[in-house]
């Protein structure tokens, strides 16, 4: 099935960092998601995105649609430890009324 | 506001035996509904999909099945488990393109 690259894979930083990750595609997506799982846990929305080029920010995540509907982003500022999970970009394919497309994820790992 | 029930949390059965996982959904009427699974540290797989009762589009052959009996109740089930179908089992139900999904069932097939 249809498959969004997500990287990176794993992440490791150091509490005050930011972070940056990033999910990409062949094929046009009407929507980008974002989405952040505790270990154990469903995932969590975080951010949805609905237009091309839309940026949109959720207190310390910033998240934007890419202009060619193929990608999108999200960053995280001053990553606190907290932060740690892992981070799901999804997407809603263009003629696909009812079923997301989910990335690998990223596992970010925060230390102090 | 809408909620989503998951449940056992925890499970392990037997190769060869039975599995039900149920997953209700509240405050909403008419969502769409989706069973998923996750293997240890990796992505989401989705398994079955409903757009309505009795209506279940399956995303990948395997030894599982699903049900919708009634409008916000989704069903997963398999009438003989194999070892390869431990996994986090994760249902989800959307209204127009946000899903948000259940605590999850972590299934251990032993």
């Known amino acids: 099935g249809q498959q969004l690259n997500q990287s990176p894979q794993s992440m490791f930083i150091q509490e005050g960092e930011d972070v940056s990750m990033n999910c990409t595609s062949s094929?046009?997506?009407?929507?980008w998601l974002w989405y952040k799982q505790d270990p154990g846990e469903g995932p969590v929305l975080l951010i949805a995105?609905?237009?091309?080029?839309e940026l949109t920010s959720n207190g310390r995540l910033t998240a934007q649609f890419g202009i060619t509907r193929k990608d999108s982003f999200l960053n995280i500022s001053a990553s606190i430890p907290s932060d740690v999970g892992i981070y799901f970009c999804?997407?809603?394919?263009?003629?696909?009324?009812?079923?997301?497309?989910f990335g690998t994820g990223t596992r970010l790992q925060v230390t102090l | 506001s809408q909620t989503i029930h998951q449940w056992p949390a925890t499970l392990v059965q037997p190769v060869g035996s039975p599995l039900s996982l149920e997953c209700t959904v509240e405050?909403?009427?008419?969502?769409?509904l989706y069973w998923y699974r996750q293997a240890a540290g990796r992505g989401l797989q989705l398994l079955f999909y409903?757009?309505?009762?009795?209506?279940i589009s399956s995303e990948v052959p395997q030894n599982l099945s699903a049900s919708r009996p009634q409008d916000r109740q989704f069903i997963l089930s398999s009438k003989k488990l194999l070892l390869s179908d431990s996994g986090f089992y994760l249902c989800?139900?959307?209204?127009?393109?946000?899903?948000?999904f259940g605590q999850g069932t972590r299934l251990t097939v032993v």
């Open positions: 989800a139900w959307t209204a127009y393109t946000e899903a948000f």
């Open positions: 094929s046009i997506f009407n929507t």
């Open positions: 995105l609905y237009k091309a080029g």
């Open positions: 999804a997407g809603q394919l263009s003629g696909t009324a009812s079923k997301l497309t």
């Open positions: 405050g909403t009427s008419n969502p769409n």
């Open positions: 409903s757009v309505g009762i009795g209506q």
